[in-house]
């Protein structure tokens, strides 16, 4: 395992929500990120700037790119090479959600084939595509260091059988497809592949304005996502691969090895 304050990290979707929690969580931890956003540049622009003064140092940098474009992707890893000499980390966390189908989706589902054909694919591109482009760009730069990690962000396997969630749930059925079979493939190279959830509905721009309070309230705080993040990245983590962990199971007060054991579980769907 190689020094924490050498490791960089790139986390998609960092201007807000998840990605802005787990981009902060590894700054504090010592790690430097690059952080990317296809359409809020001003939002991690004031993210980098915030965790840098606070760091008193240029520890994030940000990147407008979009992940559905293959360029973009390979224009973040060269950036990130250029800026830090080096890429470990991949946290595939840039989404689109269900309020682009319908900003009442909360309350009234819509059915699969009142879904806009450019709306289907564009949560497609940006959920399915976006991390085979990422990891496929990254993958060259991990394989020469012979480690490295490659983090899925998903959602419980209850929301992608919900009514009236397409194509959202099986976008994130695809990615924990993707999350298997990547690590299989990677078998052996100090390469893992793990898929990350909050656990339930998370208080992040995917939830759109004027959900009722009773709604609001039960929605998990992003930072949820950090503590089993810098386990996953760790050396402890060396053999946990193709798999997910649940971060509202993730016990802090447990050490490491075993929150992880209690909020693991197996990627995919189990046979």
């Not at 929690?21 to 690059?34: D, K, N, R």
């Not at 009142?114 to 990422?134: C, S």
């Not at 939830?207 to 992003?222: A, H, N, S, T």
């Amino acid at each position: 395992m190689i020094d924490q304050h050498k490791i960089v990290a790139i986390v998609t979707g960092g201007g807000r929500g998840l990605g802005r929690a787990m981009a902060l969580g590894l700054c504090e931890a010592g790690m430097h990120v690059v952080i990317t956003s296809a359409r809020e540049y001003e939002e991690i622009k004031k993210v980098a700037r915030d965790a840098n003064d606070k760091a008193g140092d240029e520890r994030i940098k940000p990147v407008k790119a979009d992940v559905t474009e293959e360029k973009d992707c390979t224009a973040v890893v060269d950036f990130a090479i250029s800026a830090f000499g080096r890429i470990d980390i991949l946290v595939n966390n840039a989404g689109r959600g269900m309020k682009y189908v319908s900003q009442n989706f909360m309350t009234k589902p819509t059915k699969f084939w009142e879904v806009e054909p450019e709306t289907w694919r564009t949560i497609i591109g940006t959920n399915v595509n976006g991390p085979f482009f990422m990891a496929r760009s990254v993958i060259p730069h991990m394989l020469s260091n012979k480690w490295g990690r490659i983090i899925n962000i998903s959602m419980n396997h209850e929301t992608m059988r919900r009514k009236g969630f397409s194509p959202y749930g099986p976008s994130k059925a695809a990615l924990e497809s993707e999350t298997i079979i990547w690590s299989q493939d990677l078998e052996g190279t100090g390469i893992t592949v793990n898929a990350l959830l909050p656990g339930g509905a998370s208080n992040t721009g995917m939830i759109p304005d004027g959900v009722p309070d009773e709604i609001r309230l039960k929605l998990l705080d992003p930072g949820i996502m950090v503590p089993p993040l810098l386990w996953l990245i760790s050396g402890e983590a060396d053999s946990f691969t193709g798999r997910r962990i649940d971060a509202s199971k993730w016990d802090t007060s447990l050490p490491a090895v075993q929150a992880a054991q209690r909020a693991g579980e197996s990627s995919g769907w189990a046979l």
